[in-house]
């Protein structure tokens, strides 16, 4: 059966998120917990309308009644006082004799309480329960469950008197719709009852799941990792038709052998061992069944880390669903993990679900190491309205196109691309991939003629797009023809180019460095080292002496770009780029017939390759300027003869190379972690990291891969800033070929803010590590200090944001450039028409709207970047918006109709750092303020600061 795509106008489509007002501070907390009850259980403990009289009289029943029309099951409500004042069995309850209260809810509903009363009528009362025990019922579950606490317990404390409310705590939580209360005394009693029942709603709609039973305890010592309140049938240590952990609202700790609560080690963890499923290397699979057709956004599962124990989050994952249970389908969306044995703490993994349709969802979690721990999952999906058939959707399904796979919601940002080895070369594949099946073929004569017509539509499409490609290519040849007896005084730009600004016969005009630091070739939007790290699991031997670390790699999503905007014009060209001869002489001659570039590019262009704007730092050049680009980004003035030529590559021995993991997938291939044994002489002294990372290029990259590889080295060399991460070397004496690049021991700077809380958070009996505000502006101003550094040399970065920050010992941050951000966090980026995947919460509105790059678009990046950097990295940019609704954000700042929305000033925030944070965000580029502004504010708002060591 194909994967069903839901149809549904947006507003059932839309995902849910977080409330705009939701307070930092809270946020703070759970995450640095990371113990208590999913947010939803917190806020779930409303009356369900026994005494609101919501639930009607008609759903309440009893097994019996004294006297119907005075103490019948009606009177059974809380605070209900009239006629009897109260429901009252007929007979008396004992340990073996047992009445109950029945109240059938309507719904799935979550129970997290209940509230009792004894009958006080009017002061004649005298009975009440001192015990109770609950039943409860839903959907899909064979009978009637007794509800049980985590130690085996049924009963509940009941009532005292027979006016006083007893609130009882129902842990773990029912998911019911339908509940008994049961009088319960060790001896026999007379009793009455007045009831409430205190949850929520169960949004989610889970009736059910299977799955294999978790691993029993071989050793007394050994935790139990079974879902032990499983409340549905268990045969041959599989169990079925119930609900238990997996969907309780409680969230595992991190350390799973420490037993927070009292009902022992690991009590809230799921856990399955790769050897105990029938066969090493077999995966987990759950099923999940739903009350009611469902549109699904995303699926999250709660996982633990646990590496040094052998736990690690699932590699991969793949995703089946189905109608009616019986008929999955066949080619899944799939899920791949970046593996990480840097931290050990308990996460949030979400899978991308993207609007597919169903009633079941069949999920196969793939091990990464020894065991998978789950203690949470939830989804967010929406009913589909309507009476629909499995059949109807074999009979009626259309495929979706892949490129539309991603569109209603972002990627996640810890997912992996990749592509199953049977796609085909250049289909579009998402990080999640939903692979489209093809329609059913007809089975009637109508079906027959309607394909008939399908293709006749298309066969005429084909043939405008043909002539179309025709008429565009006989006019830009005749184009090119005119352009070639134009004047020398005169030029034509790209149709992209919306200003120019011609000064003394040069594009751009000219200025002096302010500084005096000149022409440095490099300019390419930096990209984070991986948010996760070391792993050694996947090690070969093979690594030790470093051999081709280049193995196959997923191909992901390459977006087809256009040209280069660029100039044409008949003055004389600027001096040509200089390539460094002793690199030429380490690169061989690419094979006879290489195979197409596009197998070897692991992301996409952050933007579309065109000259620079007005408004942008000048060249620092006498002559006519021209835009040099690389794969990253924008290079504004041409490369000085005498700065290339006395730097040196330098070669770096592999065997000083230890292989640590791999990061992820770049733009000339894999990007791996290394620790360096012995540091070269040359690098700074400053520089006090073992880890390094390192770019490899692909052995069978075509010529046009490898000398852009080579020109990427010779634009990085004269890079030499404290806070820009540099070329320490490389290794080009054989294949593959390796630059090796400064790296930090804490990942990147996102990953470390969510590990950290706010100095000033009081959290009681907490152990998570804190920030000081000082300390983050201290981290920002090191980030401004680099994009100085940057702003004074003409170099225009497209991607600045804590993700493509790294962070060393003493909370040294560096700027960096591993060409892997799109991969670890594709869910801030955002496809724009023939530009490929953008940051756009991060990037000016001339940028999204115009194409236009600037040091002052930058300085709008750096403070959103400071925004995240205050929060803690807490949630996106603009968290409550969708991606389109950014896009209109940024076309208010362009038309200049209306208030544009902005980012509201974080929680212990000084007024004055917002308020650089909103200049920076001006409309026009010369209101916002210059790096070397920014700077040297940032420095004195943190003079006197002085950090504590991180090690």
């Excluded at 073996?96 to 002061?123: A, C, H, P, W, Y």
């Excluded at 595992?252 to 809230?268: A, K, M, V």
């Excluded at 579009?428 to 329609?439: D, M, P």
């Excluded at 991607?799 to 962070?807: G, H, K, P, Q, Y």
Aim: glycine share 8%.
């Amino acid at each position: 059966m194909p994967l069903i795509r839901c149809r549904l106008p947006p507003t059932m489509c839309r995902r849910r998120r977080r409330s705009p007002g939701a307070s930092w501070l809270l946020v703070a907390a759970l995450c640095a917990a990371r113990t208590s009850l999913a947010l939803e259980l917190v806020r779930c403990g409303w009356p369900l309308g026994m005494e609101s009289g919501d639930i009607p009289d008609s759903a309440i029943t009893a097994s019996s009644a004294y006297d119907a029309g005075s103490v019948g099951p009606l009177h059974g409500r809380l605070k209900h006082d009239k006629n009897g004042g109260a429901w009252c069995p007929r007979s008396t309850v004992s340990k073996d004799k047992s009445e109950f209260l029945q109240i059938d809810l309507g719904r799935l509903v979550i129970i997290t309480g209940t509230r009792t009363q004894g009958r006080f009528g009017n002061g004649q009362g005298v009975e009440y329960t001192e015990d109770i025990l609950l039943d409860y019922w839903r959907p899909g579950l064979p009978r009637w469950r007794h509800w049980k606490d985590q130690k085996g317990v049924q009963k509940l404390p009941g009532n005292t008197n027979t006016y006083t409310v007893a609130e009882q705590k129902v842990d773990p939580i029912i998911i019911a719709s339908k509940i008994r209360f049961i009088p319960y005394s060790d001896h026999l009693r007379t009793v009455c009852m007045r009831v409430d029942i205190l949850g929520c709603v169960w949004q989610e709609g889970v009736v059910s799941y299977s799955m294999p039973q978790g691993e029993a305890p071989k050793a007394a010592e050994d935790p139990d990792l079974r879902d032990k309140s499983y409340d549905g049938l268990e045969e041959a240590n599989w169990v079925t038709s119930g609900l238990g952990q997996l969907t309780d609202g409680r969230r595992g700790h991190d350390d799973f052998t420490i037993d927070y609560y009292g009902h022992g080690p690991g009590y809230e963890w799921v856990a399955w061992k790769n050897d105990s499923l029938g066969g090493h290397g077999r995966p987990v699979e759950l099923v999940f069944e739903f009350d009611s057709l469902r549109n699904f956004s995303a699926m999250h599962l709660h996982t633990n880390n646990f590496f040094t124990k052998g736990v690690q989050v699932f590699s991969s994952a793949k995703v089946y669903l189905s109608v009616g249970g019986k008929l999955f389908s066949g080619l899944p969306i799939e899920y791949q993990y970046m593996p990480d044995t840097i931290m050990e703490h308990a996460r949030n993994v979400t899978i991308k679900l993207h609007h597919v349709v169903g009633r079941f969802l069949k999920v196969q979690l793939y091990f990464e190491s020894q065991w998978i721990m789950v203690s949470e999952v939830s989804f967010d999906s929406v009913v589909v309205p309507g009476n629909v058939t499995e059949e109807y959707f074999e009979n009626n399904y259309v495929g979706v196109p892949p490129q539309d796979s991603g569109k209603d919601v972002p990627l996640q940002r810890d997912a992996v691309h990749s592509v199953h080895p049977k796609h085909e070369p250049g289909k579009a594949v998402g990080t999640s991939s939903v692979l489209s099946g093809g329609s059913a073929a007809p089975k009637d004569p109508e079906s027959k003629q309607l394909v008939g017509l399908l293709i006749g539509a298309l066969t005429s499409v084909i043939l405008l797009l043909l002539a179309a490609i025709a008429f565009i290519v006989v006019r830009s040849r005749t184009i090119k023809s005119n352009l070639s007896h134009a004047s020398t005084d005169h030029f034509t730009t790209e149709k992209a180019m919306t200003e120019m600004v011609a000064n003394k016969g040069h594009v751009y005009g000219q200025v002096g460095n302010e500084d005096g630091e000149k022409g440095i070739l490099y300019h390419e939007p930096f990209a984070p080292a991986n948010m996760y790290g070391f792993h050694p699991s996947n090690r070969s031997a093979d690594y030790t002496d470093v051999p081709d670390i280049v193995q196959e790699y997923a191909v992901p999503l390459v977006s087809s770009q256009g040209p280069p905007g660029t100039f044409h014009t008949n003055v004389p060209p600027p001096t040509p780029m200089r390539t460094l001869p002793a690199l030429h002489n380490f690169f061989p001659k690419p094979p006879p017939v290489p195979p197409p570039p596009e197998k070897y590019y692991a992301a996409t262009e952050i933007v579309q390759k065109a000259p620079p704007v007005p408004g942008s730092p000048p060249p620092s050049v006498a002559h006519s300027s021209s835009s040099t680009s690389s794969a990253y980004g924008q290079i504004l003035h041409p490369p000085s003869e005498t700065r290339t030529a006395d730097i040196q590559l330098n070669s770096i021995p592999r065997a000083d190379l230890k292989y640590l993991s791999k990061l992820g997938l770049g733009h000339f291939g894999e990007v791996h972690l290394f620790e360096i044994l012995r540091t070269p002489s040359w690098v700074r002294s400053s520089y006090s990291s073992k880890y390094v990372a390192v770019k490899a290029l692909h052995k069978e990259a075509p010529i046009s891969l490898r000398e852009e590889f080579e020109r990427e080295m010779e634009e990085m060399l004269p890079l030499n800033q404290e806070n820009i991460s540099c070329v320490l070397g490389a290794c080009l004496e054989k294949e593959p070929h390796l630059l090796v690049m400064e790296y930090s021991e804490h990942g990147d700077l996102y990953q470390f803010l969510q590990n950290h809380v706010a100095e000033s958070t009081n959290l009681p009996h907490s152990h998570a590590e804190t920030l000081s505000y000082g300390c983050l502006i201290y981290m920002a101003t090191q980030i401004a200090a680099g994009m100085k550094y940057l702003e004074q040399n003409n170099y225009i970065l497209n991607d600045l944001a804590t993700r493509n920050c790294i962070v060393g010992e003493d909370y040294r941050v560096k700027i960096a450039d591993l060409g892997v951000s799109r991969n670890v966090y594709p869910a801030d980026y955002f496809e724009l028409p023939g530009r490929g995947d953008c940051p756009i919460r991060w990037m000016a509105w001339e940028s999204i709207i115009l194409d236009k790059y600037s040091s002052r678009s930058v300085v709008w990046s750096f403070a959103v970047t400071l925004w995240e950097i205050l929060t803690f990295a807490r949630e996106q940019p603009f968290e409550d918006l969708t991606d389109e609704k950014v896009m209109e954000n940024a076309k208010i700042y362009e038309k200049s109709c209306g208030k544009p929305i902005t980012l509201v000033q974080p929680i212990g925030c000084h007024k004055e750092v917002y308020d650089l944070m909103c200049e920076c965000w001006q409309r026009k580029e010369a209101d916002r303020p210059t790096f070397k502004e920014i700077h040297m504010f940032l420095q004195r708002k943190n003079l006197g600061y002085k950090h504590h060591r991180t090690s």
